[in-house]
C-alpha cells in the first residue's frame, strides 16, 4: 500500500522560509512523480510543484517559482519542498501526491497524481 506522510508545516513570519518533507512508503521510489499542493482557506487546492523521481526534473507553477524549490533523497524515500521568502498568499495546508509514473517522467504532473497523504498547515504571518 502506497502511503505518504508530510511535515515540517507551522507558523513563520512573512519573508521566512519552511522546508515540507513527504516521506513515501510502499513504492519503489525511483518510478513515481511526487508532487506538492495547497489549499487555502475558501479557495480550490493548487498544484505547485511537482517532480520526477527517475531523473529530477521538476515543474513549479508560476506563483513559487523562484521561491520553492523541490527536491528528493532516494536513500530517505522524502521528497522535500523547501520554501523561501514566504509571503501571507502562502498560508495553506499542503499536500503531496503521487502517481506510478515509470518511462512518463512529468506527464502526470500535477494533476493527473492519485494518492495522497493527510497535509501538514503553513501559516505565514505579515
Known amino acids: 500500500e502506497v502511503q505518504l506522510v508530510e511535515s515540517g508545516g507551522g507558523l513563520v513570519q512573512a519573508g521566512g522560509s519552511l522546508r515540507l518533507s513527504c516521506a513515501a512508503s510502499g513504492i519503489t521510489f525511483d518510478d513515481y512523480a511526487i508532487g506538492w499542493f495547497r489549499q487555502a482557506p475558501g479557495k480550490e487546492r493548487e498544484g505547485i510543484s511537482c517532480i520526477s523521481t527517475s531523473d529530477n526534473s521538476a515543474y513549479y507553477e508560476d506563483s513559487v517559482k523562484g521561491r520553492f524549490t523541490i527536491s528528493s533523497d532516494k536513500a530517505r524515500n522524502t521528497v522535500y519542498l523547501q520554501m523561501n521568502s514566504l509571503k501571507p498568499e502562502d498560508t495553506a495546508v499542503y499536500y503531496c501526491?503521487?502517481?506510478?509514473?515509470?518511462?512518463?517522467?512529468?506527464?502526470?504532473?500535477?494533476?493527473?497524481?492519485?494518492?495522497w497523504g493527510q497535509g501538514t498547515l503553513v501559516t505565514v504571518s505579515s
Open positions: 501526491a503521487t502517481k506510478y509514473a515509470l518511462f512518463y517522467g512529468l506527464a502526470f504532473c500535477p494533476n493527473d497524481l492519485d494518492t
